[in-house]
């Protein structure tokens, strides 16, 4: 069964930072594109970022640019998202998602982990 | 940046009718668009991509038309489990990919 397990969500405070992970299974990991996508409460889904198989293409949305860090460690099958510089805004769930290659549709996604950002 | 705008915002429908959602591209994206079912708490499930091809296990009551700047997801015959919020994403042009804002169906 393909699946993708987000950890690494909580309560943080403004400007600090938090780590996400992503882990899969059920599929060959190092052959897919991943994504960071989020949902802020009662919102609709913002992409955040987008890294390729072997990690040589990374592109971030605006909004984070510059604060936010994508990677991957295709030997232990899991996605990361560094987060610094943390903002009231950036509250939201986060969800991995998994790509064919790029640029596609997104699936699978994880169940997602919740960040808060507030003081 | 292409902006995706889904309408109607929300979409009151009786179970066994049928349902009509609509996306529109603030620019071309040929038919390189998805369509994602989302009911609360739970991650987004992918329905149609390529515009018109259904995803792995999504019943044939679901179809996708359109191609350009106007796109349809149709529902036919809605069961209980279809009420929830839509959503059409363009994967044409990117960074960034991009999501319309939603549309909710609920039951009339």
């Known amino acids: 069964e393909v699946q993708l397990v987000e950890s690494g969500g909580g309560l943080v405070k403004p400007g600090g930072s938090l780590r996400l992970s992503c882990a899969a299974s059920?599929?060959?990991?190092?052959?897919?594109?991943m994504n960071w996508v989020r949902q802020a409460p009662g919102k609709g889904l913002e992409w955040v970022s987008s890294i390729s198989s072997g990690s040589s293409y990374i592109y971030y949305a605006d909004s984070v640019k510059g604060r936010f860090t994508i990677s991957r460690d295709n030997a232990k099958n899991s996605l990361y998202l560094q987060m610094n510089s943390l903002r009231a805004e950036d509250t939201a769930v986060y969800y991995c998602a998994s790509q064919p290659s790029s640029p596609n549709w997104f699936d699978p996604w994880g169940q997602g982990t919740l960040v808060t950002v507030s003081s | 940046e292409i902006v995706m705008t889904q309408s109607p915002a929300t979409l009151s429908v009786s179970p066994g009718e049928r349902a009509t959602l609509s996306c529109r591209a603030s620019?071309?994206?040929?038919?390189?668009l998805a369509w994602y079912q989302q009911k609360p708490g739970q991650a987004p499930r992918l329905l149609i991509y390529?515009?018109?091809t259904r995803a792995s296990g999504i019943p044939a009551r679901f179809s996708g038309s359109g191609s350009g700047t106007e796109f349809t997801l149709a529902i036919s015959s809605l069961q209980s489990e279809d009420f929830a919020v839509y959503y059409c994403q363009q994967y044409n042009n990117w960074p960034p990919y991009t999501f319309g804002q939603g549309t909710k169906l609920e039951i009339k």
């Open positions: 390529g515009a018109s």
């Open positions: 620019q071309s994206v040929s038919s390189n």
């Open positions: 059920g599929f060959t990991f190092s052959s897919y594109s």
